[in-house]
Protein backbone atom coordinates (compact mmCIF):
# COMPACT_ATOMS: atom_id res chain seq x y z
CA UNK A 1 0.00 0.00 0.00
CA UNK A 2 1.02 3.53 -0.48
CA UNK A 3 2.58 5.30 2.20
CA UNK A 4 3.28 9.34 2.85
CA UNK A 5 5.94 10.39 5.00
CA UNK A 6 6.06 14.05 6.26
CA UNK A 7 9.66 14.31 7.89
CA UNK A 8 8.93 17.42 10.07
CA UNK A 9 5.68 17.33 12.55
CA UNK A 10 6.56 21.19 12.83
CA UNK A 11 8.05 23.75 11.22
CA UNK A 12 8.82 27.37 13.10
CA UNK A 13 10.58 30.05 11.08
CA UNK A 14 10.62 33.54 10.92
CA UNK A 15 8.82 35.97 8.77
CA UNK A 16 10.15 36.70 5.20
CA UNK A 17 12.73 33.52 5.89
CA UNK A 18 12.79 30.39 3.44
CA UNK A 19 10.85 27.32 4.28
CA UNK A 20 10.66 23.62 2.69
CA UNK A 21 8.45 21.38 3.77
CA UNK A 22 9.63 17.44 3.00
CA UNK A 23 7.51 15.30 1.92
CA UNK A 24 8.37 11.42 0.46
CA UNK A 25 6.08 8.66 -0.30
CA UNK A 26 6.69 4.47 -1.21
CA UNK A 27 7.97 4.46 -4.73
CA UNK A 28 5.45 3.75 -7.54
CA UNK A 29 5.40 3.38 -11.37
CA UNK A 30 2.87 6.43 -11.60
CA UNK A 31 1.40 8.41 -9.26
CA UNK A 32 -0.49 12.06 -8.91
CA UNK A 33 0.71 13.95 -6.00
CA UNK A 34 -0.96 16.69 -3.84
CA UNK A 35 0.38 19.49 -1.31
CA UNK A 36 -3.00 20.84 0.30
CA UNK A 37 -2.98 23.05 3.18
CA UNK A 38 -5.64 23.59 6.21
CA UNK A 39 -6.11 26.35 8.16
CA UNK A 40 -7.33 26.55 11.60
CA UNK A 41 -11.00 25.04 11.63
CA UNK A 42 -11.10 24.87 8.05
CA UNK A 43 -11.24 22.00 5.40
CA UNK A 44 -8.48 21.15 2.90
CA UNK A 45 -7.14 23.82 -0.03
CA UNK A 46 -5.68 22.16 -2.37
CA UNK A 47 -2.47 24.31 -3.14
CA UNK A 48 -0.68 22.50 -5.81
CA UNK A 49 -0.26 19.46 -7.81
CA UNK A 50 1.68 17.11 -9.85
CA UNK A 51 -0.28 15.26 -12.39
CA UNK A 52 2.44 14.96 -15.48
CA UNK A 53 4.77 17.17 -17.38
CA UNK A 54 7.23 19.41 -15.66
CA UNK A 55 8.31 18.35 -12.46
CA UNK A 56 8.27 21.92 -10.65
CA UNK A 57 4.77 22.64 -10.07
CA UNK A 58 3.79 26.29 -8.64
CA UNK A 59 1.08 28.06 -6.49
CA UNK A 60 -0.70 31.22 -6.92
CA UNK A 61 0.81 32.29 -3.71
CA UNK A 62 4.50 31.82 -4.20
CA UNK A 63 5.05 28.44 -3.48
CA UNK A 64 6.57 25.50 -5.39
CA UNK A 65 7.44 21.76 -5.45
CA UNK A 66 9.57 19.80 -7.24
CA UNK A 67 8.47 15.84 -8.27
CA UNK A 68 11.51 13.91 -7.56
CA UNK A 69 10.83 10.66 -8.89
CA UNK A 70 14.55 9.11 -8.27
CA UNK A 71 14.08 9.91 -4.82
CA UNK A 72 10.37 9.64 -4.54
CA UNK A 73 10.12 13.17 -2.67
CA UNK A 74 7.88 15.96 -3.47
CA UNK A 75 8.70 18.77 -1.15
CA UNK A 76 7.16 22.05 -0.76
CA UNK A 77 9.38 25.46 -1.00
CA UNK A 78 8.64 28.63 -0.52
CA UNK A 79 11.21 31.72 -0.69
CA UNK A 80 9.74 34.15 1.58
CA UNK A 81 6.91 33.12 3.99
CA UNK A 82 4.38 35.76 5.27
CA UNK A 83 2.32 35.52 9.22
CA UNK A 84 -0.69 34.19 6.57
CA UNK A 85 1.41 31.45 5.67
CA UNK A 86 0.59 29.43 9.03
CA UNK A 87 -0.94 26.78 8.87
CA UNK A 88 -1.16 22.91 8.42
CA UNK A 89 0.03 21.38 5.10
CA UNK A 90 -0.87 18.18 3.70
CA UNK A 91 1.46 16.08 0.70
CA UNK A 92 -0.74 13.66 -0.47
CA UNK A 93 -0.89 10.70 -2.99
CA UNK A 94 -2.98 8.80 -5.44
CA UNK A 95 -2.11 5.50 -6.46
CA UNK A 96 -3.37 4.55 -10.09
CA UNK A 97 -1.30 1.52 -10.46
CA UNK A 98 -2.10 -0.34 -7.13
CA UNK A 99 -4.73 -3.01 -6.76
CA UNK A 100 -7.99 -4.02 -4.96
CA UNK A 101 -8.84 -1.43 -2.22
CA UNK A 102 -5.98 1.05 -2.23
CA UNK A 103 -6.40 1.78 -6.37
CA UNK A 104 -6.69 5.35 -6.76
CA UNK A 105 -7.09 6.07 -2.86
CA UNK A 106 -5.98 9.55 -1.64
CA UNK A 107 -3.42 8.89 0.65
CA UNK A 108 -2.02 11.80 3.36
CA UNK A 109 0.92 12.27 5.28
CA UNK A 110 0.52 13.29 9.24
CA UNK A 111 0.78 16.78 8.15
CA UNK A 112 3.44 19.52 8.98
CA UNK A 113 2.51 22.61 11.00
CA UNK A 114 4.34 25.58 9.56
CA UNK A 115 4.17 28.70 12.41
CA UNK A 116 5.74 32.01 10.84
CA UNK A 117 6.72 34.43 13.47
CA UNK A 118 6.71 37.87 13.22
CA UNK B 1 -18.92 28.37 -9.06
CA UNK B 2 -19.86 27.17 -5.36
CA UNK B 3 -17.38 24.77 -3.71
CA UNK B 4 -18.70 21.43 -2.11
CA UNK B 5 -21.08 22.46 0.90
CA UNK B 6 -21.10 19.96 4.08
CA UNK B 7 -23.94 20.07 6.50
CA UNK B 8 -24.42 20.23 9.75
CA UNK B 9 -21.00 21.90 10.07
CA UNK B 10 -21.16 20.72 14.27
CA UNK B 11 -22.95 17.90 15.72
CA UNK B 12 -23.02 16.57 19.27
CA UNK B 13 -24.17 13.15 20.05
CA UNK B 14 -24.02 10.37 22.56
CA UNK B 15 -22.69 6.64 22.32
CA UNK B 16 -25.03 4.27 20.80
CA UNK B 17 -26.81 6.82 18.37
CA UNK B 18 -26.12 7.14 15.03
CA UNK B 19 -25.60 10.31 12.43
CA UNK B 20 -25.85 10.90 9.23
CA UNK B 21 -23.70 13.88 7.40
CA UNK B 22 -24.50 15.22 4.26
CA UNK B 23 -22.28 16.21 1.53
CA UNK B 24 -23.22 18.22 -1.99
CA UNK B 25 -20.41 18.38 -4.54
CA UNK B 26 -19.19 21.19 -6.84
CA UNK B 27 -22.11 21.37 -9.82
CA UNK B 28 -20.62 18.95 -12.29
CA UNK B 29 -18.83 16.87 -10.48
CA UNK B 30 -19.85 13.12 -10.06
CA UNK B 31 -17.11 11.78 -7.64
CA UNK B 32 -17.46 12.08 -3.73
CA UNK B 33 -15.00 10.60 -1.35
CA UNK B 34 -15.27 10.48 2.34
CA UNK B 35 -12.49 11.26 4.68
CA UNK B 36 -12.11 10.78 8.87
CA UNK B 37 -9.45 13.33 10.19
CA UNK B 38 -8.35 12.62 14.04
CA UNK B 39 -5.23 14.39 15.77
CA UNK B 40 -4.11 10.63 16.33
CA UNK B 41 -4.57 9.02 13.03
CA UNK B 42 -4.58 11.96 10.66
CA UNK B 43 -6.48 11.99 7.64
CA UNK B 44 -7.74 8.42 6.67
CA UNK B 45 -10.16 7.63 3.74
CA UNK B 46 -13.27 6.55 4.21
CA UNK B 47 -14.99 5.52 0.71
CA UNK B 48 -15.23 6.93 -2.35
CA UNK B 49 -18.67 7.22 -4.68
CA UNK B 50 -18.79 7.76 -8.40
CA UNK B 51 -22.23 7.34 -9.97
CA UNK B 52 -24.30 6.26 -7.19
CA UNK B 53 -21.67 3.30 -7.28
CA UNK B 54 -19.12 2.73 -4.07
CA UNK B 55 -15.80 2.62 -6.14
CA UNK B 56 -13.43 2.50 -3.39
CA UNK B 57 -13.43 1.84 0.14
CA UNK B 58 -11.11 2.31 3.35
CA UNK B 59 -10.47 0.15 6.44
CA UNK B 60 -13.04 1.06 8.72
CA UNK B 61 -15.90 -1.23 10.04
CA UNK B 62 -19.39 -2.05 8.78
CA UNK B 63 -20.57 0.61 11.39
CA UNK B 64 -19.62 3.02 8.78
CA UNK B 65 -21.80 2.96 5.10
CA UNK B 66 -22.85 5.66 2.76
CA UNK B 67 -24.24 6.51 -0.48
CA UNK B 68 -24.54 8.69 -3.50
CA UNK B 69 -27.98 9.99 -5.29
CA UNK B 70 -28.54 10.39 -8.77
CA UNK B 71 -27.51 14.49 -8.09
CA UNK B 72 -24.09 13.38 -7.21
CA UNK B 73 -25.04 14.57 -3.33
CA UNK B 74 -23.88 11.78 -0.68
CA UNK B 75 -24.64 11.19 2.46
CA UNK B 76 -22.47 9.38 5.31
CA UNK B 77 -24.22 7.42 8.05
CA UNK B 78 -22.49 6.24 11.33
CA UNK B 79 -24.66 3.69 13.26
CA UNK B 80 -23.82 2.44 16.97
CA UNK B 81 -21.38 5.55 17.74
CA UNK B 82 -18.31 5.63 20.04
CA UNK B 83 -16.44 7.81 21.71
CA UNK B 84 -13.53 7.09 18.87
CA UNK B 85 -15.54 8.59 15.97
CA UNK B 86 -14.83 11.93 17.37
CA UNK B 87 -13.53 13.30 14.44
CA UNK B 88 -13.79 15.94 11.80
CA UNK B 89 -15.15 14.53 8.79
CA UNK B 90 -14.50 15.69 5.14
CA UNK B 91 -16.32 15.39 1.64
CA UNK B 92 -14.48 15.54 -1.65
CA UNK B 93 -15.50 15.95 -4.87
CA UNK B 94 -13.73 15.89 -8.37
CA UNK B 95 -15.21 15.95 -12.03
CA UNK B 96 -14.58 11.72 -12.79
CA UNK B 97 -12.75 9.37 -10.33
CA UNK B 98 -8.78 10.03 -11.41
CA UNK B 99 -9.36 13.87 -11.02
CA UNK B 100 -8.19 16.20 -8.63
CA UNK B 101 -10.55 16.29 -5.29
CA UNK B 102 -11.78 19.57 -3.92
CA UNK B 103 -12.26 19.79 -0.18
CA UNK B 104 -15.51 20.42 1.64
CA UNK B 105 -15.26 22.41 5.59
CA UNK B 106 -15.78 19.25 6.86
CA UNK B 107 -18.41 18.50 9.65
CA UNK B 108 -17.20 18.06 12.95
CA UNK B 109 -18.77 15.53 15.08
CA UNK B 110 -18.09 15.11 18.75
CA UNK B 111 -19.26 12.15 20.29
CA UNK B 112 -20.02 11.83 24.59
Known amino acids: AQSVTQLDSQVPVFEEAPVELRCNYSSSVSVYLFWYVQYPNQGLQLLLKYLSGSTLVESINGFEAEFNKSQTSFHLRKPSVHISDTAEYFCAVRDFNAGGTSYGKLTFGQGTILTVHP | KAGVTQTPRYLIKTRGQQVTLSCSPISGHRSVSWYQQTPGQGLQFLFEYFSETQRNKGNFPGRFSGRQFSNSRSEMNVSTLELGDSALYLC???????????FGPGTRLLVL
Open chain 2, 92 to 102: ASSRLVRETQY
